[in-house]
């Protein structure tokens, strides 16, 4: 008999508590050496970059101020900002410093809208061939479907701790958008 496949909510429930066990055990310390390693290995990679996509972290998700902070300041960094929590994200020019329809902190209503040609992608779970498991209300898949229809050139990286990688193929959906990479704080995944 055949033993059926995890679904994405499976996948996502089980990584949402591995996350949430792996950050809250990590010493600040710990923490901070982490994110400064992911820095080093993605900073290589944004050179030149006029526009960039970033996200405020959830308190389990590993935090791209470290990459933010070590750019040149040559580009624009955007995060994600939404009008209601029914409405399509897109990204405003930064900081994010007021709280969102979700309680995340995102630009003020009037800052700039910015198109990135880099987008950072928080994760829950992705494989090692881009499939990307989020927090299963589609506003990545949304977002980064919307852009890459307008022509623009788009590459996205998907941001997260080591044990946020996957082996094996996770399940997708027609609408799930890939990374065309990923980096942990020990490793770049060409994934296109």
Partial sequence: MA???????AYREDALL?????????WPSTRASLQSQLAQIVLPHLAGARAIAAYHPLKD???PYPLLEALDGGAKIGFPWFADRDSRFFWREGPAVE????GVL?????????VPGIVLVPLVLADRTGTRIG????HYDRALSHLRESGEPVFTIGLGWEIQIEDERLPSDG???KLDAI???KEWISCS
């Fill in 175 to 177: 609408w799930d958008m």
């Fill in 99 to 102: 709280p969102g329809p979700w």
């Fill in 3 to 9: 033993v059926p496949s995890p679904t994405k909510e």
């Fill in 135 to 138: 927090h299963g209300k589609g």
């Fill in 61 to 63: 998700e590993i935090s």
């Fill in 183 to 185: 980096a942990t704080p």
């Fill in 106 to 114: 995102q630009p003020v209503g009037s800052a700039e809208p910015i």
């Fill in 18 to 26: 591995m996350r949430r066990s792996y950050a809250s055990a990590l």
